[in-house]
């Protein structure tokens, strides 16, 4: 059983869209964290949430972290292919991460 | 600053055998945590090493080991490999400050056992 589940497993959009992965837990965490990862890779780190209720902005990227530092979810604005990957979020609970199962998004051109 | 470094980057081993994983982390991390990738259940985490001492450990069994060195590099064996040993195993450094924990990724060893 994951500690994170996340949601949808997988999402598959045309170039111009707009997504949202959510990643939602019963546990509070000290941090949350979202990772993209290729294929043969290690995940990427995109973003660390420290802060109930916190929102971060990367260029098309939006991260929100839940009030309650349980929940968290990424938006993609106007999608693009080379956002095409594994999006996993990660809880931190005294040093140790523990990993949602991961969305595969495939962006079409 | 150069990244999380992990060799081999590829390997192939047979049932009954040993293996070990190398893994240099970020210059000034002292934290490294080591994860295992498969299809079916996705990133688990094996242990945390933070100067030279294990300091978190997750539920696999003890064929399963980690050391850290003085210079903070780090090695994982596994003994006695069996097929489902077959993962991308994947080494984190951090700087572990109190506030928060951001893991930084090598681009892991795939493992594959015959």
């Known amino acids: 059983t994951q500690l994170l589940e996340q949601s949808p497993q997988f999402l598959s959009i045309q170039e111009g869209e707009n997504l949202t992965v959510y990643c939602n837990s019963s546990?509070?965490?000290?941090?949350l964290q979202w990772y993209r990862q290729e294929p043969g890779e290690g995940p990427v780190l995109l973003v660390t949430?420290?802060?109930?209720?916190e929102v971060k902005k990367l260029k098309r990227l939006t991260f929100q972290f839940g009030d309650a530092r349980k929940d968290s979810s990424l938006h993609i604005t106007a999608a693009q292919p080379g956002d095409t990957g594994l999006y996993l979020c990660?809880?931190?609970?005294?040093?140790?991460?523990?990993f949602g199962a991961g969305t595969t998004v495939t962006v079409r051109a | 600053k150069a990244g999380v470094t992990q060799t081999p980057r590829y390997l192939i081993k047979t049932r009954g055998q040993q293996v070990t994983l190398s893994c240099s982390p970020i210059?000034?991390?002292?934290?490294v945590s080591w994860y295992q990738q498969t299809p079916g259940q996705g990133l688990q985490f094996l242990f945390e090493?933070?100067?030279?001492?294990?300091?978190n450990k997750g539920n696999f069994p003890g064929r399963f080991s980690g050391r850290q060195f003085s210079n903070s590099r780090s090695e994982m064996n596994v003994s006695t490999l069996e097929l489902g040993d077959s993962a991308l195993y994947l080494c984190?450094?951090?700087?572990?400050?109190?506030?928060?924990?951001?893991?930084?990724f090598g681009p892991g060893t795939r493992l594959l056992v015959l």
């Open positions: 546990s509070v965490f000290s941090s």
């Open positions: 949430v420290v802060t109930g209720g």
């Open positions: 984190a450094s951090s700087p572990a400050s109190r506030t928060s924990v951001t893991q930084y």
């Open positions: 210059s000034g991390h002292r934290s």
């Open positions: 990660a809880g931190d609970n005294d040093y140790k991460l523990s």
């Open positions: 090493y933070f100067s030279e001492t294990q300091r």
